[in-house]
């Protein structure tokens, strides 16, 4: 290992720890690493204006997320534990999934700490750094949201407990990580995903080919997604209170009725779909 690897390495290094968090060690990171979020920082800034929702943008204001360096989770977390008690811990990658919910539904969000390659500008496989804070903490400074992710994460515990996992998963992946919300200025970003990605952050709004359907829970719960490519179908909710109040009620029975029902493909429209964008398709 070449010294310059060995402080990204310190990045990744797995936990010793039972809830799988690390320290930061932000006094590690690079001046090259900096840059590299600060690349990444100014092109997804400029992109935004007029394409991410306002909650989002005013998140990213509110915590300071700004642009001159990765932001150190202890300088986060006292903005948002004042703001709507949430924190950010540091983990190495992805978690086991009761571990995540677990931390989801006491208000902590699982952050990686190490950010990817100047290659890897443009697309990387696995969440890093930037996906992680840029994407999604901005969104829990919004008190709706915010509750909506603790309630997500003790979903996740009894989805794990009914074996209804993948149903569940389908819900965060068209909402989380992918979602969109109509405004009377038109269609906006919220989902982590997409904000955090130069490409998608236009093409989910600009692009004739995916479609843009209303939110449907039950719908979405049965429609597979991608993950190596554009969505080919994004869900629009119009309101953080819609997305909040539809997932209120106990999954238990509609995860039965799911069991009957058969999978969506990703770019399938239903005659029963509120379509605001019919895709022209891939
Ligand atoms: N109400 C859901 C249940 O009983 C939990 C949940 C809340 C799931 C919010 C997703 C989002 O399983
Ligand atoms: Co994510």
Redesign the pocket.
């Known amino acids: 290992m070449t010294p310059k690897e060995t402080v990204a390495a310190r990045h990744r290094e797995p936990s010793s720890r039972a809830d799988f968090t690390i320290e930061q060690d932000w006094s590690a990171y690079s001046a090259e690493e900096h840059e590299i979020w600060r690349t990444l920082f100014r092109r997804q800034e400029a992109l935004l204006k007029g394409r991410a929702c306002a909650e989002f943008l005013a998140g990213v204001g509110e915590l300071g997320v700004a642009a001159d360096a990765i932001p150190d989770f202890r300088m986060l977390n006292a903005v948002l534990e004042r703001r709507t008690r949430w924190s950010v811990v540091a983990v190495p990658g992805l978690v086991p999934d009761a571990i995540f919910f677990e931390h989801l539904a006491n208000r902590r969000f699982p952050s990686t700490c190490f950010i990817r390659r100047r290659d890897q500008l443009d697309y990387l496989q696995e969440p890093d750094v930037f996906h992680d804070l840029f994407g999604h903490v901005p969104m829990l400074t919004n008190p709706v949201f915010a509750d909506?992710m603790q309630?997500?994460g003790?979903?996740?515990l009894?989805?794990l407990r009914l074996g209804a996992l993948d149903r569940?998963a389908r819900?965060?992946w068209y909402t989380v990580e992918f979602g969109l919300i109509e405004t009377e200025a038109g269609l906006r970003i919220y989902g982590s995903g997409i904000v955090s990605s130069k490409g998608e952050s236009v093409y989910c709004l600009e692009d004739p080919r995916p479609n843009r359907l209303g939110f449907d829970l039950l719908r979405i719960m049965r429609t597979r997604y991608r993950i190596d490519d554009f969505q080919e179908s994004y869900f629009v909710i119009r309101g953080f209170e819609e997305l909040?109040e539809a997932?209120?009620?106990?999954?238990?029975p509609?995860y039965l009725e799911l069991a009957r029902l058969p999978d969506l493909e990703p770019g399938e429209v239903l005659s029963t779909d509120r379509v605001l964008h019919r895709g022209r398709g891939p």
């Open positions: 909506y309630a997500y003790e979903g996740g009894k989805a569940l819900l965060y909040f997932t209120r009620p106990d999954f238990t509609y």
